[in-house]
């Protein structure tokens, strides 16, 4: 990646409110883009229309207003950029990236191997669509080969990705594009530079990674940062009903933030509202002093070893 000024994003899914997971994930990295001296962008990815609430996404905005998170530029919505996705996918089908698959979710759990990110596809309609039978999505074809990349936090990754994840999903069965196809153009059409986010989330960058080489998208430097337990040692999450970020408590939940990610604030600030302390951080802030521990350790956990290059 060439050097040019840094530009991170913050692009929450609008199913529910901010919760602390959330909060961390969005101040690692404004941070991390307020220390560079760089942008922040904030993407609604709402490309899931299914689960997408209008009232969720003005109250993450909302939320990060109150919380002192101010974001530069407009407000990028993935249901307005649709077009840019098929556009995309047209070019993948053109280059033979991608291929019309007819298979059923059952159909690809009964005749999948079971891999570190779900089931691995079999690969029925790699070689075209089976006799009778119609497409229903469109999938990436995953090329042989290792792939390695650095994180900033966890250091070198590396992993086979036909053997980990198979040729994955970029146009559902319902018509919708796939989160990794509309991330990768969104990310580019942004300019973004930087993909800070939850450690949870670092198996889906090999895909990624993979999409931006097909589409001849630059690749962007990534830092996944651990992610906020329950008391159960569950990630944090709408799904398992994580309760919202109190912004009548902005100061606090920032500074609890800024403590999980190794940043705790002095003293004097402890009563501080968000604009000291979010001042104070920026100041301070350096991405090692992020604890390496988290619900995920990096693509050396134990999950992928049978896997790695």
């Not at 649709?82 to 556009?87: K, L, P, S």
Request: charged share 25%; hydrophobic share 40%.
């Amino acid at each position: 990646m060439t050097d040019t000024r840094y530009i991170g994003r913050f692009a929450p899914s609008p199913t529910g409110p901010l919760h602390r997971g959330s909060l961390i994930a969005a101040l690692a990295s404004w941070l991390d883009a307020r220390a560079a001296g760089g942008e922040w962008r904030l993407r609604i990815d709402d490309v899931d229309r299914g689960r997408a609430r209008v009232s969720a996404a003005r109250d993450i905005r909302a939320a990060l207003e109150a919380l002192g998170l101010e974001w530069d530029g407009p407000v990028q919505v993935q249901d307005a950029r649709r077009d840019h996705y098929q556009a995309a996918l047209e070019r993948l089908q053109a280059s033979g990236d991608a291929y019309p698959c007819a298979c059923t979710r059952r159909e690809v759990a009964a005749g999948g191997e079971a891999g570190p990110a779900g089931i691995i596809y079999p690969g029925t309609c790699r070689d075209g669509l089976p006799a009778g039978r119609e497409a229903r999505s469109w999938r990436f074809r995953v090329p042989d080969g290792p792939l390695g990349f650095e994180d900033r936090r966890l250091g070198p990754q590396s992993l086979v990705p036909a053997a980990v994840i198979g040729d994955f999903v970029i146009r559902r069965g319902d018509g919708l594009h796939a989160y990794h196809l509309a991330m990768v153009v969104d990310d580019a059409a942004l300019g973004v530079t930087d993909v800070v986010r939850g450690a949870d989330l670092l198996p889906a960058t090999p895909p990624q990674m993979l999409l931006r080489s097909a589409l001849s998208l630059p690749q962007p430097r990534h830092l996944h940062v651990p992610v906020a337990t329950d008391p159960q040692g569950r990630k944090l999450s709408k799904t398992n009903a994580a309760p919202p970020v109190d912004t009548r408590r902005a100061g606090a939940a920032v500074a609890d933030a800024l403590a999980f990610l190794g940043h705790p604030p002095p003293a004097d600030l402890a009563d501080a509202p968000p604009a000291m302390l979010l001042e104070w951080a920026v100041g301070h802030w350096q991405s090692g002093a992020i604890a390496r521990d988290g619900l995920a350790s990096g693509l050396q956990h134990p999950q992928y070893r049978a896997y790695k290059i």
